[in-house]
C-alpha cells in the first residue's frame, strides 16, 4: 500500500474516532469539545488535500447512479463542515476566543447543531459507501478465509445496526436533524461508555445504509 493511501485511511479512521467524542459535546466539556472540533477541521482540511485528484476529475468521465450518488454525499459533507467550523469558530470561547466575532450566537448554535447532526450521518453514510475499501484492507489483515468469522461478524454488524435504529428513534434523533428541537438532551446519569456505544451503534446502521446503496448501485452482489 503506498503511503498516500495509507495517510487517507488513517486519516478516515481518525475522524471516524472523533465522530462520536464530537457529539459527546456536553459529556466531555466545552474546552475539549473546541480542541476536539480543531483537530477534526484539520483532519478534514488534510483529507480533501490527499483526496484533491477526485475533486479536480469531477468534470471527467462517465456519470453514473453510484458516482452522483457520492458526489452528492461529499458535497453535503462539505457544507456541513464548513458550516459546522464557522458557527464553531463564531462561539468559540478557548481555541478562538481571541477573534473579535460581534453578536449571532442564537444562529451560530443552531446552525451548528443541524451541522453537526447532518454531518455525523452523512460523515457516517461516507464511510459506508467507501466500505469496499476497508473490506478490501481487513482482508489483507486476514488472508485467510473464514466463514465462521464472517457470518460471525455480519451477525455483530446487523445487531449493531439494529441497536443503532432503535437509538436513533428513541432518541427522536430526527428532531435535531430537521430543528424541530433545537436542544440537545444528555442523560448524565449514564455510564459514558453507554453513550458511546450508542453513537457508533448508529454509526454501523448509516455506514451499512451507504455501503448496501453502493453495491446496489454498482451491482456488487457478492461480496
Known amino acids: 500500500m503506498d503511503a498516500k493511501r495509507t495517510l487517507r485511511i488513517a486519516a478516515d479512521c481518525l475522524m471516524a474516532v472523533l465522530l462520536p467524542l464530537l457529539m459527546a459535546?456536553?459529556?466531555?466539556?466545552?474546552a475539549a469539545h473546541e480542541w476536539l472540533g480543531a483537530g477534526m477541521g484539520v483532519l478534514f482540511i488534510a483529507h480533501l488535500i490527499l483526496n484533491r485528484?477526485?475533486?479536480?476529475?469531477?468534470?471527467?468521465?462517465?456519470?453514473?447512479?453510484?458516482?452522483?450518488l457520492q458526489t452528492a454525499v461529499n458535497a453535503m459533507?462539505?457544507?456541513?463542515?464548513?458550516?459546522?467550523?464557522v458557527s464553531g469558530i463564531a462561539m468559540s470561547r478557548y481555541v478562538f476566543g481571541w477573534l473579535p466575532i460581534p453578536g449571532g450566537r442564537t444562529l451560530f448554535r443552531t446552525m451548528h447543531l443541524l451541522c453537526a447532526f447532518w454531518g455525523f450521518v452523512l460523515m457516517s453514510v461516507h464511510l459506508g459507501l467507501h466500505g469496499g475499501m476497508f473490506l478490501g484492507l481487513g482482508r489483507r489483515l486476514f488472508p485467510q478465509p473464514s466463514q465462521g468469522r464472517t457470518w460471525a461478524l455480519r451477525a455483530l454488524a446487523l445487531l449493531l445496526a439494529v441497536c443503532g435504529a432503535w437509538v436513533f428513534a428513541s432518541?427522536?434523533?430526527?428532531?435535531?436533524?430537521?430543528?424541530r428541537a433545537v436542544f440537545v438532551f444528555y442523560d448524565f446519569g449514564q455510564p459514558v461508555i453507554l453513550f458511546f456505544?450508542?453513537?457508533?451503534s448508529m454509526m454501523l446502521l448509516f455506514a451499512l445504509i451507504g455501503y448496501y446503496l453502493m453495491?446496489?448501485?454498482?451491482?456488487?452482489?457478492k461480496q
Open 197 to 200: 456505544l450508542q453513537y457508533l
Open 25 to 30: 459535546y456536553e459529556l466531555v466539556g466545552r
Open 171 to 179: 432518541q427522536d434523533i430526527a428532531d435535531y436533524l430537521f430543528l
Open 215 to 221: 453495491k446496489a448501485l454498482t451491482g456488487k452482489h
Open 77 to 85: 459533507i462539505l457544507s456541513t463542515m464548513l458550516g459546522s467550523m
Open 53 to 68: 485528484a477526485w475533486w479536480k476529475g469531477l468534470t471527467k468521465g462517465r456519470w453514473t447512479a453510484a458516482r452522483a
